[in-house]
């Protein structure tokens, strides 16, 4: 699993997993109580129609400001502030084909088959023509090549996406909220097999129920020595998810994009060495790094985001620096 998170001070991912949002099963995250879940927005206010903006250079504004160690390629492994929250910056448009997955323009199977909307296979046509900032670049050598899976779909509430919470016993990242995904092996065929495999064995995914729309250039998470390939999936048929690899995941959640974008759930979050970078504060979850990076981007780029205070900033309380140090 792939991850590079940092809470903010004073909210520590809760410990129980009532059941959570839909299409989850099992011990999923509930949403806290109104006032500090952040309300859909009402009727009076509602989500802005999904579109490119046309206001961000990169698919991941805001990446400059080095959310947690979008740092030097020499920079060596370690430190709790040190996740990189460093994010992908464009799409290839790109897949390998993978068995029982239905692609999107750009992949092998292309047309309308996976109902794909059209804010994301824009989403995809425009991160294709965005580079991937030099210090983001994998090195020369080394490095473990691994995916995530950005896995959005429609339920109740609008779009939203797919997100785990690490197991607190985890030896990297523990607790932290994250995209499904983790290393590619060699029967994989590449990082969309990857992605998927991991998202099935993490929550119980059905693969078939997936459109791959493409995978964004690989990138550098140097806190886990990781070569990073986030890959972008239209959950075309839901099924029912759950924490299945106990070891490794507390909760599966299913967040309204909704609730991401609303200003009351933004944050950004200064580690001890003064990085500052984005956060979310949803569902009983705390997003942030290299996750939070990846949504705040993806979500700007796509045309769904809303103003929020840029200027609420908060601290990462030691506790949550300690577990994900290990």
């Not at 949403?31 to 999904?50: F, H």
């Not at 009351?264 to 790094?289: E, M, T, Y």
């Amino acid at each position: 699993m792939i991850n590079g998170n940092h809470p903010p001070a004073g909210a520590p991912v809760p410990a129980e997993n009532p059941p959570g949002g839909p299409g989850t099963t099992g011990n999923t995250r509930p949403a806290p109580p109104a006032p500090d879940r952040g309300a859909v927005p009402p009727a009076s206010a509602p989500m802005p129609a999904p579109g490119l903006s046309g206001r961000a250079d990169s698919v991941l504004e805001g990446v400059s400001e080095g959310v947690s160690g979008s740092a030097p390629a020499a920079a060596p492994p370690g430190g709790a502030e040190g996740v990189s929250g460093a994010a992908p910056v464009g799409l290839s448009g790109e897949s390998e084909g993978v068995p029982g997955v239905v692609s999107a323009p750009g992949g092998p199977s292309g047309g309308q088959d996976g109902g794909v909307p059209a804010w994301l296979r824009d989403l995809a046509a425009r991160a294709a023509t965005l580079p991937v900032p030099a210090e983001l670049r994998p090195p020369a050598e080394g490095g473990r090549p691994s995916a995530v899976l950005l896995l959005f779909g429609e339920g109740p509430d609008g779009p939203d996406i797919l997100l785990i919470q690490r197991s607190a016993r985890g030896r990297l990242h523990a607790g932290q909220p994250a995209f499904p995904g983790g290393g590619v092996d060699p029967g994989d065929g590449g990082p969309i097999g990857a992605a998927l495999r991991e998202a099935q064995e993490e929550t119980g995914l059905d693969p078939s129920g997936v459109t791959i729309v493409g995978t964004m250039p690989e990138v550098y998470v140097w806190r886990s020595d990781n070569r990073v390939t986030p890959v972008l999936g239209w959950w075309h048929t839901p099924c029912a998810v759950h924490p299945a690899a106990p070891d490794e995941v507390d909760a599966v959640e299913r967040v309204p994009i909704a609730e991401l974008v609303d200003p009351r759930n933004r944050l950004r979050l200064r580690s001890p060495r003064g990085i500052i970078g984005p956060a979310f504060r949803v569902r009983g979850l705390l997003v942030w790094g290299f996750t939070a990076a990846v949504l705040s981007g993806v979500l700007t780029a796509a045309g769904f985001d809303r103003p929020w205070n840029r200027g609420r900033i908060e601290d990462l309380p030691p506790d949550i620096l300690n577990l994900a140090a290990r």
